[in-house]
């Protein structure tokens, strides 16, 4: 069976983390009496991350791809945009990262109203889902509609600052919650397997989406005309029970995953009609990736915030900058393996080029990025470097890229940078910053460095494959010539 | 007959393991092989029930010279690293009114597998593979945005025992969900000879 498969899997993504983690607690860095929540946490992430993987193959997946054909076959612009707006807008409004960046924002700038907000961040999603669609429809290719938009962010965070500019990146990635993005990504996949476009159509519905809610802080931010920004975040919680943390996660689970599942059942009576059986085994699949991030996010958010933030603080304060850096590096690589939507999208690309780009190489791409992108936040933080150098910088060369890397990867690319920061960056890396910076303030930004990464790590992937084939093909050439 | 020397072989194995299988079977005379994604559907029971039985599979479709098949065949299972079922296709020329085997093919709109599977099983088929294709577009095909619109089709393949297949075929031709014009089709085809792939003991 596949699940016992995905079990295996999974608990090689998690055991390379662990071992470090407990060959710290050894040597440099005691855990304590953190040490038995963080073997539990562990646990949970295998068991909830295989239940979750399975769940998103006969659930989310198989109907995020059908609407999306059923949406170009309606062949009606509107309806499909009207649809793809009220899924993204929906989606947003009620994931609940949302809502604490919202409260992050508004403690730096007191004059932007929290509501206000949380649904310009939705608004600018919808909005960019729909640009995603209509591209992946007529086949716009991909790399003009990023520069043109990322465009327009580089003038406005350039406007807004660097404190919120690093907000306004990591709100692209708190938007998308772990159960949303797979289902964004099928329908990407949905709509452009329904037309007569190739395959470099199938991605980049994610990347496009993700634009909108940097653009919407930043222009949110700008139009406020802000007061200087002063950092009041908010203390860590304290130290939470198993118990306590799985109902909290429940319950912003279940609000979040509320509006999308309301969607998909009257969908499915009025235009998807699944037949019988299918139906059954959807709802199952639902169930499952439901129950298994829950069980995820309650393991993460209790074994590893706490553990996260205690390593960086000894790390940095006892063993000095060089060991914290090459720490992040290590933990960035290996804690994205980790990442449930990270490997829905990596299985996707299998899937997609018939098993001619491997999952394990793009995600080994991914790992080396943000392992990269860590290491330079910790770097960041220990000197104080301007974080609008590393957006321009990275997102620039990404933008750069995409002239010359096949379009397919691009889309891989950009799609990586929403699903590499998901709740193992917040629970895990993030906690790491914040203990290696011991101010809240200098944390902000990671999520967004974490997310910038991938664009530049899988285009250069894509690169050495072109490269790749033209040698292949031209030596094959060169072998039948020289029959 | 010159046209029956070369067949095409199907074999259906469990994922990854394709590049093995083709490799053997290149060191055995084959010239090469295509692989497909597919999903094998579990053969029943608790599993499908909810909803867990699937499994990812690589389809292998190779042409190959008909005295050639045994031979790769026998190898695989010596080597004994690759699991699944290989079926040769084409009338065996020996005995060629009747085969013990046969290949029922459905291609259908997207979304129905899981149901027509159900009630292949219910008549006696023992499992299946899935893969996805899409319908080829003719020259008066709806166009949105300037833009040709396919429809995504499922391919599902069936083997099973001559004497029960009028019976799978039967159940999924009657089924409800599939009532409606030009949702797909259904046929089956000789096959020659049918092997299991699973390690020599």
């Given at each position: 069976m596949d699940f016992l498969e995905k079990l295996k899997e999974t608990l090689k993504s998690v055991l390379p983390i662990m071992a470090i983690v407990l060959i710290l607690n050894f040597t440099i860095a005691p855990l304590g009496s953190m040490l038995v929540p963080f073997l539990i946490g562990g646990v949970m992430l295998v068991i909830g991350l295989s239940l979750f993987l399975a769940g998103t193959d006969i659930g989310m997946v198989p109907v995020g791809e059908k609407l999306g054909s059923v949406l170009t076959q309606k062949r009606n612009v509107w309806f499909m945009l009207l649809i793809g707006f009220i899924i993204g807008f929906a989606v947003t409004l009620a994931e609940p990262d949302v809502t604490v960046l919202a409260n992050q924002v508004h403690s730096l700038n007191?004059?932007?109203?929290e509501t206000l907000l949380v649904v310009m961040i939705a608004l600018g999603l919808g909005i960019f889902i729909d640009i995603g669609l209509l591209r992946t429809v007529v086949g716009y290719p991909l790399k003009w509609v990023l520069i043109i938009f990322y465009g327009i962010v580089f003038v406005l965070v350039s406007i807004v600052g660097q404190s919120m500019a690093s907000i306004s990146f990591d709100a692209s990635g708190a938007t998308t919650g772990p159960l949303a993005v797979p289902f964004i990504l099928a329908l990407g996949l949905g709509v452009s397997a329904s037309t007569?476009?190739?395959?470099?159509?199938?991605?980049?519905l994610t990347g496009v989406a993700s634009i909108g809610p940097i653009m919407a802080v930043a222009l949110l931010v700008m139009l406020s005309k802000a007061g200087s920004a002063s950092a009041t975040a908010e203390e860590a919680e304290a130290a939470h029970t198993l118990g306590r943390v799985f109902l909290d996660t429940l319950e912003g689970t279940a609000i979040g995953f509320g509006p999308l599942l309301g969607i998909i059942l009257i969908m499915q009576f009025t235009?998807?009609?699944?037949p019988k059986i299918k139906f059954r085994n959807i709802a199952f699949g639902m169930a499952y990736s439901f129950v298994g991030i829950v069980i995820f996010l309650t393991g993460a958010e209790y074994g590893f915030t706490s553990v996260g933030a205690y390593l960086g603080n000894v790390i940095a304060t006892k063993y000095g900058a060089v060991l914290t850096v090459v720490l992040a590096l290590l933990f960035g690589g290996i804690v994205v393996f980790a990442e449930p939507a990270v490997w829905v999208l990596t299985s996707q690309v299998e899937d997609v080029t018939a098993g001619r780009i491997k999952k394990s190489l793009v995600m080994v791409f991914i790992c080396l990025g943000v392992a990269i992108a860590v290491a330079l936040a910790m770097l960041r933080i220990i000197l104080h470097i301007n974080y609008l150098y590393f957006v321009f910088i990275g997102v620039g060369l990404s933008l750069l890229m995409t002239l010359v890397t096949p379009p397919l990867f691009t889309g891989i690319a950009f799609d990586s940078g929403g699903v590499a920061s998901g709740p193992m960056s917040t629970s895990f890396l993030l906690s790491f910053a914040l203990g290696v910076s011991?101010?809240?303030?200098?944390?902000?930004?990671l999520v967004g460095l974490i997310a910038i990464s991938p664009l530049i790590a899988i285009q250069i992937l894509g690169i050495i494959f072109k490269t790749k084939e033209r040698k292949g093909r031209k030596e094959a050439n060169n072998a039948v010539a020289g029959k | 007959m010159l046209l029956l020397e070369n067949n095409l072989m199907i074999a259906i194995v469990s994922h990854g393991q394709s590049d093995r299988f083709v490799s053997i079977a290149k060191d055995n005379g084959a010239t090469g092989g295509t692989v497909i994604p597919a999903k094998g559907t579990a053969s029943g029971g608790f599993l499908s029930l909810l909803g867990l039985g699937d499994k990812s599979k690589d389809l292998i479709l190779m042409v190959i010279a008909k005295n050639k098949a045994d031979k790769i065949v026998q190898e695989v299972r010596k080597d004994g690293k690759v699991n699944g079922v290989a079926a040769l296709l084409g009338t065996e020329k020996?005995?060629?009114?009747?085969?013990k085997w046969k290949m029922i093919t459905i291609i259908v709109n997207t979304g129905y597998a899981d149901d027509i599977m159900d009630a292949a099983r219910k008549a006696g088929a023992r499992g299946g593979t899935v893969t996805q294709a899409r319908g080829t577009a003719s020259a008066d095909d709806a166009k949105f945005l300037g833009v040709t619109i396919v429809p995504k089709k499922e391919m599902i393949l069936i083997l099973s025992a001559a004497d029960q297949t009028d019976k799978i075929v039967k159940a999924i031709t009657e089924l409800k969900c599939l009532d409606e014009p030009g949702i797909g089709i259904i046929y089956t085809q000789d096959v020659s000879d049918f092997k299991n792939l699973d390690p020599q003991k």
């Open positions: 007191s004059s932007i109203p007569k476009n190739d395959k470099d159509g199938s991605f980049g235009m998807l009609r699944f011991g101010s809240a303030d200098m944390g902000f930004g | 020996e005995n060629d009114m009747s085969s």
